[in-house]
């Protein structure tokens, strides 16, 4: 999309009037440092020494993506650094750590406390909060549970006060996929400016009105220079300084600070269309219910009823057949990102609290609790009374479900697992952010293959993908954009394929196989959804579908029910495909935020949550 690169009559006015304007005091903006090397290492800290060396900068915002891979360890290196600050420094999340978390940033919150942050300094409210897409690849999303507290805080603390608003991702359309919401609630709050990074270059940009600005990147930049971004406050104007290290602060912006350069009664410039929901008539929205918090598991399904978890630890049982109407609630002590699994009258529960929870399917009542090491972000697999789950604690887990004894543990997953795991053929299958796929005895925990990626780099990981099996091979994507057979016994590599026809395929961590287990369904990342036969011995193409859905990199498996494979994208489509020719059945767009991995049930009905918070059935026509 085209981005705004301009300066409204009211910035021009500022640049040229306020250079001698009183100075009413100074902050600093570190952003983007990336911490992954001694290098970046070295970078943040002579920065932190010339901001310690300037007396007249009174605090400091930190804006994301601290780490490059967002692990526990890079981040309490980061936190302890910080603490060489001699004056206060504020801290809001990236998507580098929402990402690629280990902790479902329970270990951000820890050390930073919490993942917001509102304080006020002089006549000033600066608001600061997430932005990030969670655990999943994503665009970056405001939370609505984040839209309500800025708008709280505002309320308790805000009057009289000048609003700056703090976060990561710039809040525009390309960027969050729900910009429009996040404007048109934030414009209420008055903002004189939005502060963020992610760009790694200085930006002026437009949130529908609201000037945005993007710091530079502490990393060094094309010339080589090493820096971060200085703000100066004067009577009537905020002055944007480029402020490298050993040179003299370089202004490249302002705003005033007294008159805003939006109408706070407007809205958003543009929205999402929802025109093709116009074209696809078989296909109907039957109920749909907004939460208020941000959803990022899909529902476990147990005839009419279903479960669902979200991001402020609430477990809600509801009746799918009544509009979803609530049986019953749970509040849990963390976020619930892996998908929650069904055995009889037991539904098995992880949560970032560092628990595994299991709760009476008919009260919600808890039966037990098993405390882990870390977060469990890992969806949990089922067979008989047997549950299977890792997480951020580099363990999988086999749990006898009645008593919520563990049977085993193996203790030597190298990275973290955020998947749901296979079981085939007395094995499980899992991959985590360690480049490893690995294949244990169920019965035992005993390691009996591990097949690991032939590149190197933890964001190459088969850990994003549900693995697949035809019987005879394991399969999977990953974020080399390649699928890879691997013999189901031997953990031996039978071939791997980028092609698609002659074409890239451009699949990612999006796979699903038919009910037949014949066919093999990809999500790609321009437009379309491909099918390959299940075959061990080489890839055979079956057919593609344009669905024209766009640029696509959202994680989300394909799901196959009565002949139909369904998948799901990050800006709030539904599509069906018919799974043995490959024709387009239907598109339908409920949103525009990420929708997790949905579950068709029979007869035609489609249940789904999104990451805004809704939780949807569809019902389709044959």
């Known amino acids: 999309m085209k ?12 640049c040229f009037c306020i250079v001698h304007a009183s100075e009413k005091f100074r902050f600093a903006q570190l952003t983007d440092i990336h911490i992954s090397s001694d290098a970046t290492k070295q970078y943040l800290s002579q920065s932190i020494n010339q901001i310690n060396a300037d007396s007249s900068i009174a605090f400091v915002l930190v804006t994301g993506d601290l780490t490059d891979n967002g692990d526990n360890a890079s981040l309490e290196w980061f936190a302890n650094e910080l603490k060489r600050f001699n004056k206060p420094y504020h801290v809001v999340c990236g998507n580098h750590e929402t990402t690629w978390t280990e902790s479902g940033l329970e270990t951000f919150s820890r050390l930073f406390n919490g993942e917001r942050f509102s304080f006020i300094y002089k006549d000033f409210l600066f608001l600061g909060f997430n932005t990030g897409p969670f655990v999943r690849m994503a665009y970056g999303h405001v939370a609505p549970q984040d839209l309500t507290w800025a708008q709280e805080e505002v309320r308790k603390h805000g009057k009289g006060k000048k609003v700056v608003i703090v976060t990561h991702y710039p809040l525009q359309q390309g960027d969050v996929d729900n910009w429009y919401e996040a404007t048109d609630a934030l414009r209420k709050c008055k903002p004189v400016c939005m502060i963020g990074g992610h760009y790694h270059t200085n930006r002026f940009l437009s949130y529908d009105g609201i000037p945005g600005i993007l710091g530079r990147s502490n990393l060094k930049d094309k010339q080589g220079h090493v820096g971060y971004t200085e703000y100066i406050c004067t009577e009537d104007s905020l002055l944007v300084c480029e402020h490298n290290i050993g040179q003299t602060p370089r202004q490249w912006a302002a705003i005033s600070i007294n ?23 078989q296909v109907q929205k039957v109920w749909c219910l907004s939460t208020g918090t941000g959803i990022y598991c899909s529902p476990a399904v147990k005839g009419k009823w279903c479960f669902t978890g979200d991001t402020e630890g609430k477990v809600v049982c509801r009746d799918w057949t009544r509009e979803g109407k609530t049986i019953w609630t749970c509040h849990l002590g963390g976020k619930i990102v892996g998908n929650p699994a069904v055995s009889g009258n037991y539904l098995v529960v992880p949560s970032t609290d560092h628990n595994i929870y299991c709760l ?22 089922v067979k008989g009374k047997t549950a299977y789950v890792a997480g951020g604690d580099h363990k999988m887990r086999a749990i006898d479900i009645p008593s919520g004894k563990i049977i085993w543990t193996y203790n030597h997953v190298a990275g973290y697992a955020v998947s749901l795991p296979l079981l085939a053929d007395g094995k499980v299958i899992f991959g985590a952010w360690d480049k490893t796929l690995y294949a244990l005895d169920a019965k035992t925990g005993k390691e009996i293959w591990k097949w690991v990626h032939p590149r190197g780099g933890m964001h190459y990981s088969p850990a994003g993908v549900w693995p697949v099996t035809d019987g005879k091979a394991v399969y999977i994507v990953d974020p080399e954009r390649a699928m890879t057979a691997i013999d189901l016994k031997t953990g031996t590599q039978l071939w791997r394929t980028k092609d ?5 395929s451009k699949v990612r961590e999006s796979l699903g196989i038919s009910k037949d287990r014949k066919r093999l369904y990809a999500k790609t990342m321009n437009d379309s959804i491909i099918c390959y036969y299940t075959n061990p011995e080489s890839p055979k193409e079956a057919w593609g579908c344009n669905a024209g859905f766009g640029y696509e990199h959202a994680t989300t498996m394909l799901a196959e029910c009565e002949g139909t494979v369904y998948s799901s994208t990050k800006e709030g489509l539904v599509v069906a495909v018919d799974g043995k020719s490959g024709r387009l059945q239907w598109i339908h767009k409920t949103g525009n935020s990420f929708i997790n991995t949905v579950v068709p049930l029979k007869g035609g009905y489609i249940l789904f949550t999104e990451t805004s918070g809704e939780i949807a059935l569809l019902k389709s026509d044959k």
């Open 500 to 504: 698609w026809n002659g074409r890239p």
């Open 360 to 381: 009476d399917t008919k009260t919600g009542k808890k039966v037990w609790t098993i405390p882990t090491d870390e977060a469990q972000m890992g969806s949990v697999a």
């Open 259 to 281: 008159q805003l350069a939006y109408d706070p009664n407007g809205h958003a410039e543009q929205y999402p269309d929802f025109s093709v929901n116009d074209r696809y008539h």
């Open 3 to 14: 981005r705004l690169f301009f300066i409204t009559p009211i910035l021009l006015w500022a």
